[in-house]
Every structure is written in structure tokens, then in C-alpha cells.
């Protein structure tokens, strides 16, 4: 695999969790346009979090696959998406970490999930 920016961390840079984290949302990510990836379940509950965002859903299928990434990308580009959000389980995390590593954009991953590790896993 062939990284179009090489990774300048394997760590996050910042790790938050407890109550009320869902809500720093807009000062986790200011920027304007936002690729949201995630499942079947879409958007709309972080929504309201992100009102004055414009929302890009990308949904990443049933699998993490590179034709499904590259498609994220393309959409990301067309879009000219400022940020990637990871919104779900370990595979819509992982999916926008990818997403966002090859189109350079930060990232922020919001698990659904207590069993996943991908909120920290490079």
C-alpha cells in the first residue's frame, strides 16, 4: 500500500472520552465542509451537534474495501471536504482514517461502540 502523505503519528494526537464528549464536536472540527463516514445508521444523530456544518454522508458499505475507499475519496474531492468525522463502529472509524490519511485531511473518530479499539489504533 502506497500512502499519498506518510502518517505523522501512529497515536492520536488528543484522546477524549466521557460524558458530553459528543458535544465538543464543533470545536473538534471548525472547519466548514465535513465528510462524515459511517453505516446504515446516517447521520442524523450527530446532526444537530454540527448544525452550521455543511454534512457530507459517505457511507462505507458492508466492508472497509479499497474500491469503496477510493470512492470516498473521489466523493471527498468533489465535495472539497475540509475534515473527515468517523462516525460508528471500527470499520467506519477505520474507513475515515484511510479516507482521510490519502486526502490529507485531519480526522476525528466518534465510536458508537465500547468494544472498539480503532478510535486509537493508527
Request: a neutral charge; hydrophobic letters at 45%.
Amino acid at each position: 500500500m502506497q500512502w499519498n502523505t506518510p502518517p505523522q503519528s501512529i497515536a492520536p494526537r488528543q484522546l477524549l472520552r466521557g460524558w458530553g464528549v459528543r458535544a465538543q464536536l464543533p470545536e473538534l472540527l471548525p472547519q466548514e465542509r465535513i465528510l462524515v463516514i459511517g453505516g446504515q445508521r446516517g447521520p442524523a444523530p450527530i446532526a444537530p451537534l454540527l448544525t452550521d456544518r455543511a454534512l457530507i454522508w459517505g457511507d462505507y458499505g458492508i466492508d472497509c474495501t479499497e474500491s469503496i475507499q477510493r470512492g470516498l475519496v473521489a466523493q471527498g474531492h468533489a465535495d472539497q471536504a475540509q475534515a473527515v468525522l468517523g462516525w460508528g463502529g471500527g470499520k467506519a472509524l477505520d474507513m475515515a482514517k484511510w479516507v482521510a490519511m490519502d486526502l490529507g485531511l485531519p480526522v476525528v473518530t466518534l465510536p458508537t461502540s465500547a468494544a472498539t479499539c480503532a478510535a486509537w489504533a493508527p
